[in-house]
């Protein structure tokens, strides 16, 4: 199935795409702009080995357009946006490389503001943050919040428990069997949580060291086979790798009772929320759960500063945004997804016509 950039914008309605290519440093990249209506478009800056450009784009797009939701939905105002290099991250990053980005962004005066993704790590958000200001994710000594692995976690593990809570009338995790996929930034933090709570955890990483380290550290189970892992017969299967796991080849082969995880776009589309509903799985929304990073790290932007107390007291109301987002889907009979997808909605909605009357308002026009 060929892709076809332009009618996938507009069937969504993005704004950009944008092209970065230096050949001097290797660098080929996309920076995706889905919509500014709430704030600038901000979302991480992803390095993975795509097989095509077709590849790289789509993933931008699909990403942008998911930190759209997540931050409207999160009560963030920030647009949603997303940018990919095509490269492996253990081999291919330079200073040169992610400097080269930093001017890119900063040519687009702030209409895109990047961050940490998976491939890159606050370092190099230190080397974009040398040519640009629009630097979301960086380390505390750069006036960001520091790493913010945990506080998705944290975030995840509340979005987990209000679904034990829905489908089991108890959000315990003491003897529920968890499929963690990726021991990654969310992942590793996610396991001592899980362990914590008295979970059973399965855990597989296509990188044998984070298993080993896993394995060494808590008593887990590794999963036998890391392609199947969606199909492990448990109640909870948790996405921490890549997105677009629940999809047509797998959706059906699904034995778990709640899909909760840190990945974004955990559905390939939307087609396949509404079949995990017909099928009875709960599937807690990606970017409701996920965006306890966000929610962290943009805390900085609210009145008197970062306050990581403040922050972490709204990740934790993530529960109760995931409680309310199954509770519309079930009085509306709408797939969880759907549900969050008009929640988000609803917000950018009336924020747009908030600002249209502030607009109407102009000092000129008074
Ligand atoms: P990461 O790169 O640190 O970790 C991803 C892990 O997944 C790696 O250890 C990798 O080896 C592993 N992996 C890749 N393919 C796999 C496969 N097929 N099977 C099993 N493991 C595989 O990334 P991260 O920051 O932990 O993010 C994980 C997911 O959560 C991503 O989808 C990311 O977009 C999303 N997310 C992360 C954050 C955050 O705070 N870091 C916030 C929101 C969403």
Redesign the pocket.
Known sequence: MAFSTLAYMERYDYENLLVCQDRSVGLKAFIAIHDTTLGPATG?C?MWPYASEDEAIEDALR?ARGMTYKYAAAGVNLGGGKAVIIGDPRTQKTEALFRTLGRFINRLGGAYITG????TTLREMEYMRMETPYVVTLPRAWGGAGP??A??ALGVLEGMRAALQWVFGNDDLEGHSVAL???????SELLPMLIEAGARVIV????QE?VARATASFDVEVAPD??R?HALDVDVYCP????GTINDDTVEELACRIVAG???NQLYDESHGARLKERGILYAPDYII?????IFDTDRLLPGGMNPERAMENVRRIGATTESIFRTAEDENIPTNIAADRFAERRITSVARAKAVDRAFTPEMR
């Open positions: 991480g992803r990403l940490e993704d998976v491939g913010i692995s506080a998705t996929q990726g021991l990654g930034a969310v992942g597989g990483d296509i990188d984070k890391l392609s892992m921490c790798a890549l997105g840190s990945a974004n996920n965006a306890g990073g966000t």
